[in-house]
């Protein structure tokens, strides 16, 4: 035996797709996030073949022992994920062990990890498992580490394989023969069939290993592992072939599955001395004829301890050293695509600690209109963008002004030139130069108001019903204009829609973060607040105007350069469109939307509030000579100029006609809502004479 040269395998070599790391990056965020225990994966391998070459000067190439791991590589091991697998291809079961930083990733105990995946494939060996599945035999381990925000990929894979001692060698002066010098024609194509019938009535995990014996007639039989006694019950030691699908090219040398099976013939049946058959086909072409046959043997004083062999099979890095990969796909990836991925990472991360109740999914499939695109509207903008929200609409007529871009980040100067751009559509465009991923549009509209009569009534008519289009095609209205009567519209509007309406409002150091409320519908229902002791006894909360006892009129006549700009403290609008934002977010986490009843100041931070996020306040009032907030809850008032039921009902039965007296009086709301009246009786109780000189209580 000693001139029989030593039987030498080709290694496996990992083949990872750009779809493979996508999915380990998407399960980290949504689904593993701190966890960093071990996952089964599936990985596959096709049998080698050698591309000859078609010109006498070339060489030939062989395609390396490739073992890959794809979309499905997540899927559950078994014979449905089998059967997604390419065809002509082999399952092999793995585990991936992916750490949190990099550090892990250096200081982890590879060495436990392999053993481990060594001693599977040794007890499902010991057990006859591995009889039953042979796939069990090819297990592989994965190390990673995944730098999202680089999206990088550090990686190492193991393949282990049991070592014999002593180790098999190529008998017969070790021969290596293709299938053509050692079969006839008509065996091949014996085997070549049956093999293929072999291979559809089995399941994936046990087409890899086979059995092959020659009939009396030449006919060529294929079996299970199974199967080996009575397969081999009538045959010669010298008869019996155990075959396997070869990864490897090499013409000298069989691939890595071969190490393990032939432990595992050895350690069941004694076996010592057998022919190999290393299947090798081209895929789709019936052509088999690289496939090789040898037989090896190892000395018949051999035998296998019931001890775990020791094991070897870390993969060689690109420098032929023992150590680990990396994958950068940053560069492959599409800017637009890798955009929209970072901007929800930092998202995902709050849900691994702080909030994994965060409702990701409905904030980023919410329609935000903003009527106002300028200093408020621009950071309220970008707060939402922050926030993942992908649908946000502008309304503003107003054009880029030289004094708008240091306040007002969406613009820039180019946006003041030649009479300056229009504002809502200027947003827009710069919005998306931002993040190309938003949904966003402009709309040059003039908001009408009360008390500022009509001049052209098809302008006028065509505003608002491009308004009440995009208020109803809308989830959350944010009302981010300059004057008081601009909101009115929109808020009425919201009301009788019963959306969401944010307002925001600006003094020099004062603001205004409110919502308005939504009638809730199912108020007498049983409702679980933890929150509820801390409630005032608020029905219905008001909106901008509740608080009004006076019409909203026209306050742009007569008002000096002082009073025509927003004149606040630069810092104001940062401050009051970030709470503006998350006031909206906080909402979007109530069990009741728009009607969540309002919270009071929460002093006791440990104790439950009604969202994962906090509280629910109905209007912040913002100071900043003293820097400091207060939580106000205000009720509706039937005599609300904008959101009584006595307004609404009226612009459900008359629409544009009563729009229209709107705005041509300045007194028409007072009347129509008993403001007016309430002003007379006032008046009156006024004109009372007191007596001085009647002391009586």
């Known amino acids: 035996m000693s001139s029989n040269p030593l039987l030498q395998f080709v290694t496996f070599s990992s083949a990872v797709e750009a779809t493979f790391w996508h999915t380990l990056s998407t399960r980290k965020i949504d689904l593993y996030k701190l966890d960093d225990t071990s996952h089964d994966i599936l990985g596959y ?25 794809g979309t499905g590589a997540f899927d559950d091991a078994n014979a449905e994920s089998f059967s997604r697998l390419p065809p002509f291809s082999y399952p092999s079961i793995g585990k991936i062990k992916n750490t949190n930083t990099i550090e892990d990733f250096k200081s982890l105990d590879k060495t436990s990890l392999f053993k481990e ?26 190390v ?29 002066n070790g021969q290596i023969k293709s299938i053509g010098d050692s079969w006839e024609s008509n065996e091949i194509e014996s085997f070549r069939e049956n ?13 890899g290993f086979f059995l092959v014996r020659k009939s009396s007639n030449n006919e060529v039989m294929i079996g299970s592992l199974s199967e080996w006694d009575t397969f081999f019950e009538s045959c010669n030691d010298n008869e019996r072939i155990v075959g396997f699908a070869d990864p490897s090219s090499l013409p000298m040398n069989p691939g890595w599955p071969l190490r393990n099976l032939l432990v595992l013939l050895q350690r069941h049946w004694n076996v010592h001395k057998i022919k190999v058959l290393c299947y090798r086909e081209i895929p789709g072409k019936k052509d088999i004829s ?32 023992l150590g680990p990969r990396s994958a950068d796909l940053a560069p492959l990836m599409d800017p637009t695509k890798l955009a929209d991925t970072s901007v929800d990472l930092n998202l995902k991360l709050m849900r691994w600690r702080i909030v994994p109740d965060l409702q990701l999914e409905k904030i980023r499939e919410t329609k935000c209109l903003l009527l106002g695109a300028g200093t408020l509207g621009c950071y309220v903008a970008r707060c939402l963008l922050g926030w993942g929200v992908r649908h946000i609409t502008f309304v503003d007529n107003a054009r880029v002004s030289f004094s708008n871009p240091i306040r007002q980040p969406l613009f820039f100067f180019e946006d003041c030139l030649e009479g300056g751009k229009p504002k809502a559509q200027t947003a827009a465009e710069n919005l998306k130069k931002v993040y190309p991923g938003v949904i966003t549009e402009g709309h040059d509209i003039s908001i009408p ?23 109803e095609s809308h989830d959350v209205v944010f009302l981010l204009m300059d004057s008081r009567e601009s909101r009115w519209l929109p808020t009425m509007l919201g009301a009788s829609m019963r959306k969401l309406v944010i307002n925001t409002a600006l003094g020099f150091d004062t603001y205004v973060v409110m919502r308005h409320g939504v009638k809730d519908l199912h108020a007498a229902s049983k ?14 909360l008001g909106c901008y105007f509740c608080n009004d006892i006076v019409a909203p009129a026209d306050s742009l006549k007569d008002r ?113 809502t008993g403001l007016a009246k309430l002003h007379q009786e006032s008046e009156a109780a006024g004109d009372f004479d007191w007596d001085e000189e009647d002391t009586e209580l």
């Open 527 to 540: 409702t679980t607040n933890a929150y509820s002791s801390k409630m005032p006894k608020v029905e219905h």
């Open 449 to 471: 108001m009360p008390g500022h009569p009509i001049t052209s009534e098809s302008k006028v008519r065509s505003d608002v019903e491009k308004i009440s289009q995009l208020v």
């Open 45 to 69: 391998y096709s049998t080698g073949r050698t591309v000859i070459s078609q010109h006498a000067t070339e060489a030939n190439i062989s395609m390396p022992a490739h073992l890959c791991l």
């Open 117 to 142: 995946i060594t001693e599977q494939i040794w007890q499902d060996i010991i057990s006859g498992e591995a009889i039953k599945n042979p796939c069990l035999i090819t297990r592989f381990l994965l």
């Open 195 to 207: 093999y293929d019938l072999f291979r559809q009535k089995q399941s994936g995990a046990n087409a």
């Open 144 to 172: 990673t580490f995944a730098d999202l925000k680089k999206y990088k990929y550090h990686y190492w894979f193991g393949f282990p394989a049991l070592l014999t001692e002593p180790p098999w060698s190529v008998a017969e």
């Open 290 to 321: 690289q496939t090789r046959i040898l037989t090896v043997e190892i000395p018949e004083t051999t035998s296998i301890s019931d001890k775990c062999p020791k094991s070897v099979g870390w993969e060689k890095n690109p420098q032929g050293k």
């Open 560 to 672: 000096t350069l002082d009073q025509q700009c927003t004149v606040t403290r630069p810092g104001l609008s940062a401050i009051a469109g970030a709470y503006a934002v998350e006031l909206m977010v906080s909402v979007l986490h109530h069990e009741k939307g728009p009607a969540a009843p309002a919270d009071t100041n929460n002093d006791d931070l440990s104790s439950a509030t009604s969202t994962p996020l906090g509280i629910i306040p109905h209007q912040i009032r913002g100071f900043l000579t003293n820097f400091n907030n207060m939580l106000i809850i205000g009720q509706a008032y039937d005599k609300c100029t904008a959101c009584s039921d006595k307004i609404l009902e009226e612009y459900k039965i008359n629409g544009y006609e009563f729009l229209k007296r709107v705005f041509d009086s300045s007194t028409y709301l007072e009347e129509l």
